[in-house]
């Protein structure tokens, strides 16, 4: 049984498109994120949601556009897709809105742009 | 401005010695630390983490060791397997911000048979 699920593993699209990933977790957690990892391997946040509330609003443009339609479930949109949008994505979710809680990664949604 | 880091990219050991991986950090605000491994195409895994309260954590092979005063900490992994070759995250994280992760770029472990 996979905790955290993301769909599709692997997104290869031209520049400009709008495309969604989707991610859904079954470990009743409350909490869900959205991470880029760069190029350089950097692991930096862009949204966090808890119960359906955005509670984290990193510096993302807004292109980005993340949606939770419960809090099992927190889908990432992006329009207009650009050459910098290349990187993995990452979902994660945890128990509560505490800052001593480990997050559970899926396994990455790898975002070319041609 | 990148306030966890880890300067190692990588890191060869011999089977049954052991792996020290290393984590620096600049936010003194900080007060919980944790260890992730990343397989290829994997997401990361938790593996450990330490609270501010204490300097050193067990968990099996796995210990983590906490200097506040140098802002550094360590995961030591003895005796170390083959299957522990993988990419070691550290992360941090401050109250008062929520459940906001500060992530390392990684250390890249081999762990030669």
């Known amino acids: 049984d996979t905790a955290v699920s993301q769909t599709p593993k692997y997104l290869v699209t031209q520049m400009g498109n709008d495309k969604s990933i989707k991610c859904e977790q079954n470990?009743?957690?409350?909490?869900m994120y959205w991470y880029k990892q760069d190029s350089k391997k950097f692991l930096k946040i862009m949204f966090s949601?808890?119960?359906?509330?955005?509670?984290i609003n990193e510096t993302v443009p807004n292109r980005f556009s993340p949606k939770s339609p419960d809090k099992a479930h927190l889908n990432l949109h992006i329009n207009s897709l650009e050459l910098g949008d290349s990187a993995v994505y990452f979902c994660?979710?945890?128990?509560?809105?505490?800052?001593?809680?480990?997050?559970?990664f899926g396994d990455g949604t790898r975002l070319s742009i041609l | 401005d990148q306030q966890v880091k880890q300067n190692s990219p990588s890191l060869s050991v011999q089977e049954g010695r052991i792996s020290i991986l290393n984590c620096d950090y600049t936010?003194?605000?900080?007060?919980?630390f944790l260890w992730y491994k990343k397989y290829p195409a994997e997401g990361p895994t938790f593996l450990i983490s330490?609270?501010?309260?204490?300097d050193k954590n067990e968990d099996g092979r796995f210990t983590v060791f906490l200097n506040k005063s140098a802002k550094h900490l360590s995961l030591h992994i003895v005796p170390s397997q083959p299957g522990d070759s993988a990419v070691y995250f550290c992360?941090?994280?401050?109250?008062?911000?929520?459940?906001?992760?500060?992530f390392g770029t990684g250390t890249s472990l081999t762990v030669i048979p």
């Open positions: 994660a979710s945890s128990q509560g809105q505490v800052y001593n809680q480990p997050q559970h």
């Open positions: 470990l009743g957690h409350d909490t």
């Open positions: 949601y808890n119960n359906k509330e955005l509670i």
């Open positions: 936010n003194s605000m900080f007060d919980y």
């Open positions: 330490i609270s501010s309260i204490k």
């Open positions: 992360a941090a994280s401050a109250r008062g911000t929520g459940n906001q992760f500060y």
